[in-house]
């Protein structure tokens, strides 16, 4: 199972970005799915998340400005980022605590990251 992360970049503060995650393989079903940052020297902090139901969760320094969404469909999520603060700078990894394979394994997957830099 894989987490596949895309949309990182480069943008000036004020500007917007979307990040999108695809999982694939042998999944039979995936539960909550969320995006965490990560910057040098500090650990690794959620952003938000939703459950595979839509319920959603912010960290307090995202809300009103980051949208999570999701497509059980496609196994994938979305993260709108709008009026992007230099602070939010970091990598952006996609995770899911729990994804149950085709064989009825549960397994916890991260993605490999993808940088979003915010210039001042």
């Known amino acids: 199972v894989q987490l596949e992360e895309s949309g990182g970049g480069e943008v000036q503060a004020g500007g917007s970005l979307r990040l999108s995650c695809a999982a694939s393989?042998?999944?039979?079903?995936?539960?909550?799915m969320g995006w965490y940052r990560q910057v040098p020297g500090k650990q690794r902090e959620l952003v938000a998340a939703?459950?595979?139901?839509?319920?959603?969760n912010y960290s307090d320094s995202v809300k009103g400005r980051f949208i999570i969404t999701r497509d059980n469909g496609k196994k994938r999520i979305d993260l709108q980022m709008n009026s992007l603060k230099p602070e939010d700078t970091g990598v952006y990894y996609c995770h899911t605590p729990r994804v149950v394979t085709l064989d009825y394994r549960p397994l916890e997957v991260w993605g490999q990251g993808t940088l979003v830099t915010v210039l001042p």
């Open positions: 393989g042998n999944i039979f079903n995936i539960n909550d």
């Open positions: 939703i459950t595979y139901g839509g319920r959603t």
